[in-house]
């Protein structure tokens, strides 16, 4: 199974990015993380198999996560950026039935793309 992220790119803040993550088999929880130089990775948002969603509460109206089965892509729409989104972002796949936004809760993560919001 491979996850490969994109879409990740610099903005202003107050603009929108769109990140698309390419899975070749579906889980139970997929989510996206990201991690700054030197802190944890934290969890964004996640969905799990029967579409239910949770978002780390500083992104929550701004974020949103979805899913296309048919094309194998987990999305995360962006908007109104803020400089604190910088960040590298991570798709992730688990095999718990809850939208979690721990890590420890997934096994297979992608390699990243990186998101730069200048305020």
């Known amino acids: 199974v491979q996850l490969v992220e994109s879409g990740g790119n610099s903005v202003q803040a107050g603009g929108s990015l769109r990140l698309s993550c390419v899975y070749t088999?579906?889980?139970?929880?997929m989510g996206w993380f990201r991690q700054v130089q030197g802190k944890e990775r934290e969890g964004v948002a996640s969905?799990?198999?029967?579409?239910?969603?949770n978002y780390l509460p500083s992104v929550e109206g701004r974020f949103t996560i979805s899913k296309d089965n048919a094309k194998n892509t987990l999305y995360l729409q962006m908007d109104s950026l803020k400089s604190e989104d910088t960040a590298m972002y991570y798709c992730a796949l688990g095999g718990i039935r809850a939208p979690m936004l721990t890590a420890n809760w997934y096994n297979l993560w992608g390699r990243g793309t990186q998101v730069t919001v200048s305020s």
């Open positions: 088999a579906s889980s139970f929880c």
């Open positions: 969905i799990d198999s029967d579409g239910d969603t």
